[in-house]
T-cell receptor
């Protein structure tokens, strides 16, 4: 199974809402990633978890809060977002060592109103 | 900081043509280079991964090469088909950080 799943597929939320994005993989990978992708731009790395510990935070605003409850699951908690946070949020996983081959999920399309 | 550039930004070709997409990077200290395909509004599908010790990889009609010393990679697509229409992204890996190019949007006309 080389699949990374993400839920929900689409999410519309107001600026005062709290919501969560979920990502799951069953490939035994021990590194998981969150990316943000705006239209016609490449994905931008937000967070990296390695062995369930946060190893990279690319200076992401605190209104985005990641969580890795176990080796298969990655969440992104959202609170007090801004309209400019509207984007496609992509999750990926890999082994935390060579060859670092990444597998991506289908993404969650987030719209902040 | 690693910078990855893809040229051209967009490409339109008739069906059946062979084509080459280019990717260049500024820091040659990479672990690997990965080519992805992305359909509109969808996630990324991995096409090929070339480790730093390798020169090329092939999968079906796709062939990717890597010249680490010059900071270049090419993705060759043979006998293009309308179903190949998508955006193609390359990404290089330094440790567990990934740097993406802006992509080449390919349109294959029937």
């Amino acid at each position: 199974d080389t699949e990374v799943t993400q839920t929900p597929k689409h999410l519309v939320m107001g600026m005062t809402n709290k919501k969560s994005l979920k990502c799951e993989q069953h490939m035994g990978h021990r590194a998981m990633y969150w990316y943000k992708q705006k239209a016609k731009k490449p994905p931008e790395l937000m967070f990296v978890y390695s062995y369930e510990k946060l190893s990279i935070n690319e200076s992401v605003p605190s209104r985005f809060s990641p969580e890795c409850p176990n080796s298969s699951l990655l969440n992104l908690h959202l609170h007090a977002l801004q309209p400019e946070d509207s984007a496609l949020y992509l999750c990926a996983s890999s082994n935390p060592g060579l060859p670092y081959e990444q597998y991506f999920g289908p993404g969650t399309r987030l719209t902040v109103t | 900081k690693q910078e990855v550039t893809q040229i051209p930004a967009a490409l339109s070709v008739p069906e059946g043509e062979n084509l080459v997409l280019n990717c260049s990077f500024t820091d040659s200290a990479i672990y690997n280079l990965q080519w992805f395909r992305q359909d509109p509004g969808k996630g990324l599908t991995s096409l090929l991964l070339i480790q730093s010790s390798q020169r090329e990889q092939t999968s079906g009609r796709l062939n990717a090469s890597l010249d680490k010393s010059s900071g270049r990679s090419t993705l060759y697509i043979a006998a293009s088909q309308p179903g190949d229409s998508a955006t193609y992204l390359c990404a290089v890996t330094n440790f567990n950080k990934f740097y993406f190019g802006s992509g080449t949007k390919l349109n294959v006309k029937p």
